[in-house]
């Protein structure tokens, strides 16, 4: 091997290391989030009612899709840099009722909430238990269980590189 071919070689290898250190693994957690959310939303629109009726999904199942407010409330952070070939980004819902869902069971009592003893609302009674309903966990599991955020990954790596 020529010094020219030899210089050249380690001129790449260079490159390399530093998109692999800074703008890889930034297109693969910006590939992973953008297919998370998709799941994610894929996962919320599992089952469906008309507003008004009382057909909620099962406890244990995703909520099901009404006005599609959850499922559009879902934005996700700008892929950050975390460290030399790390990234991160977070997905997630500024919904109150958001987490209620994902992690409940929760229960809200009329003394707290004046308003479930209003038939405007929807509420009657003197509490009412939302169970857990889990979405986030669910789309996850089987967007990584696939193999499917795999492929994604190594497809906006290799991308990135340039392969």
Not at 1 to 8: L, V
């Amino acid at each position: 091997m020529s010094a020219n071919a030899a210089r050249e070689a380690a001129e790449n290898l260079r490159r390399l290391r530093a998109l692999a250190e800074t703008e890889a693994p930034l297109a693969a957690v910006r590939a992973l989030s953008q297919g998370g959310e998709t799941a994610v939303k894929v996962k919320l629109t599992s089952s469906s009612h008309p507003a008004g009726t009382l057909t909620p999904s099962a406890p244990g199942e995703p909520p099901s899709l009404v006005s599609g407010a959850l499922r559009r409330s879902l934005k996700r952070t700008p892929a950050m840099a975390t460290a030399p070939g790390c990234a991160t980004c977070v997905l997630g819902s500024s919904l109150i009722y958001a987490p209620v869902h994902e992690f409940g069971p929760v229960t809200i009592t009329a003394k707290r909430f004046p308003q479930l003893g209003n038939p405007t609302v929807g509420f009657f009674g003197h509490q009412v238990t939302i169970p857990r309903r889990p979405y986030v966990a669910p789309a996850m599991a089987e967007y990584t269980g696939s193999g499917l955020a795999s492929r994604v990954a190594a497809d906006a790596w290799a991308a990135a590189l340039d392969l």
